[in-house]
């Protein structure tokens, strides 16, 4: 790879030992210059970053986190500046810094990718962190600190792109959280900001921002709207902002009451995804499941404020409450796809109950090999209705390398169900016992139509017991309230 021009990573740290290893360890081989600025560490960071061969300068904390990267800023050397954080990794697209020799841009947008510890749910931000060196930009704002304001002002919004960079960021992750006590930290940095200019829309959606994840949703929608009825629409963060407002909305159940703002938002951004997806949660809300739909086959689908497996649930719960079956099993199969989850899967054996052709098919593919923790999984939840038929619907899959462990499971299955009569158990053994058999037969003699068949219709008959005492499956909680 052609070498770029060179590059300095500048660090804002305090007692970071136990991650900036690997943040700095992800940029050495890139960067020609690490600045690290410690802001005041008590445990061993200064010596973690001196081992790295980072250039160590000391600031003394303000509780302003812009005056803190500015002071970083002054001892770059390289013709271009990328910040980075202790608790961010470099984790693809560096190649990119090779087109710097010949670009025209002043900055560029990187991607930050956030895991938030919840079922795989990754956030994902786009920030400038990647700039010229030596062009007076400066970083502004005590918290949330942008300098893509200072570039804009001196050389217009199209002097920003974007790059393929990606970060991944740890700090979004609850312990982390916890043992940062950020929220403390931020809430008091924002108040006092506050304080001196109280309608500063960046600090009230910092506020808002704090609030939300306090769970203080009201709050945090107020916030947001203060910060919304002061903003022009042109500002960087402008679709955050609204973003906020959505989110912190629903959150606090306000489904009837916030009819206007997202009409508003529909308005100015009608093909926004992330603005789609929320606009047709709040319609599943009230209980508008067409219109929901629309909202999600609009782009709503796409969205990346849950991760895709929990979208296609919701998108298959949809059609499933208005009874369209065969949409419902195709969403319900996209989402296991992403990640396999027992209800999708307990919603397509409902589906298969309402006599849906292809869906005894499918569930069978969507069991796939994790069939053993889906299988567990449903145990645990004492759901022996569901474990029974994902094992049947699996049997397929390795049944011939080690059947003996597949009947041992689905045996103990059989025994625990409460409330099932012993001649239906006795009728359930002898089914699998006839399956033990055919499996037993087919390791021999493997293309036999007749010991296959003879199989299959075990199976099935073993499944129409299953499906015939399924219990109702009440939902404890809709998957649309995993977003709440």
């Known amino acids: 790879m052609e070498k770029a021009r060179a590059l300095t990573v500048c660090l804002i ?18 960067a020609d210059q690490i600045v690290v600025v410690d802001t ?64 025209n841009f002043e900055g560029f947008y990187i991607t930050i990718k956030s895991p938030l510890g919840v079922d795989g749910c990754v956030a994902e931000d786009h920030v400038v962190r990647l700039f010229r060196n030596g062009r007076g930009y400066t970083f502004t704002g005590a918290i949330h600190e942008q300098i893509a304001g200072s570039i804009k002002e001196r050389q217009g919004q199209q002097s920003i792109g974007f790059s393929k960079i990606v970060l991944k960021h740890s700090g979004y992750v609850p312990e982390e959280i916890e043992r940062k006590q950020k929220t403390v930290r931020n809430s008091q940095i924002i108040k006092n900001q506050l304080a001196k200019r109280q309608n500063d829309t960046f600090m009230l959606y910092s506020l808002g921002t704090e609030l939300i994840q306090q769970g ?33 909305s629903l959150k606090n159940r306000s489904y009837g009451e916030g009819h206007e703002l997202f009409a508003k938002a529909l308005k100015m951004m009608p093909l926004d995804s992330d603005i789609l997806f929320l606009s047709g949660l709040r319609q599943v809300l009230l209980g508008n499941f067409i219109l929901a739909g629309e909202m999600f086959g609009k782009g709503g689908i796409n969205t990346v404020l849950v991760p895709p497996q929990l979208a296609y649930a919701i998108v298959g719960e949809t059609f499933f409450r208005q ?19 027992l209800y999708c899967i307990v919603r397509i054996i409902d589906i298969v109950r309402q006599g ?26 004492e759901d022996y209705y569901a474990a029974a038929i994902i094992c049947l619907a699996a049997i397929d899959r390795d049944s011939e390398k080690s059947f003996s462990q597949w009947r041992s499971l689905y045996q103990s299955i059989v025994v625990r169900v409460n409330k099932m009569p012993a001649v239906i158990k006795d009728y359930l053994n002898i089914l699998c016992q006839q399956m033990e058999i055919c499996n ?45």
């Open 323 to 341: 009874g369209i079956w065969h949409e419902a099993v195709k969403s319900f199969t996209r989402s296991i796809q992403a990640y396999p989850s």
């Open 40 to 103: 005041g560490s008590t445990d061993n960071t200064v010596q973690v970053a001196r081992q790295s061969g980072a250039q160590i300068e000391h600031f003394h904390w303000e509780s302003d986190f812009a005056k803190a990267r500015n002071y970083s800023l002054q001892f770059a050397t390289g013709d271009w500046i990328l910040v980075v954080d202790a608790d961010e990794q470099l984790a693809e697209g560096m190649e990119f810094l090779s087109e710097l020799k010949n670009t």
């Open 216 to 248: 203080q949703y009201g709050e945090a929608y107020a916030a947001a709207m203060k910060a919304l009825k002061s903003m022009t629409g042109g500002e960087g963060y402008f679709r955050e902002v609204l973003l906020l407002a959505l989110m912190a």
């Open 13 to 30: 740290v305090k007692n970071e030992e136990h991650c900036l290893g690997e943040c700095l360890e992800s940029i050495k081989k890139w």
């Open 356 to 381: 849906e052709p292809e869906a005894v098919r499918i569930l069978a593919e969507a069991v796939g090999h994790d069939y053993k923790r889906l299988v567990h999984e449903a145990i645990y939840q």
């Open 440 to 484: 037993g037969a087919l390791v021999t003699d493997k293309g036999s139509q007749f010991v296959h068949s003879y199989l299959v219709n075990a199976v099935n008959r073993s499944l129409g017991v299953w499906l015939t005492l399924w219990p109702e499956h009440i939902v404890p909680v809709t998957i649309w309230e995993c977003c709440l």
